[in-house]
């Protein structure tokens, strides 16, 4: 997740780049895999 938002922070210099929408799918996918593990390990708590 830490490598798509550098990449995609040095993307915002050129917005017109794939180097700005492939970062935040990273992001995105980074985020709702952690929001599941999250899940995951809560329901297995409880």
């Known amino acids: 997740m ?3 938002f550098v990449i995609g922070l040095c993307g915002l210099d050129h ?3 794939h180097r700005l929408q492939t970062p935040l799918g990273l992001l995105v ?3 709702v895999a952690q929001g599941c593990a999250l899940y995951c390990s ?3 708590m409880l």
């Open 2 to 4: 830490a490598l798509g």
């Open 15 to 17: 917005p017109d780049s």
């Open 42 to 44: 809560l329901k297995r």
């Open 29 to 31: 996918t980074g985020m």
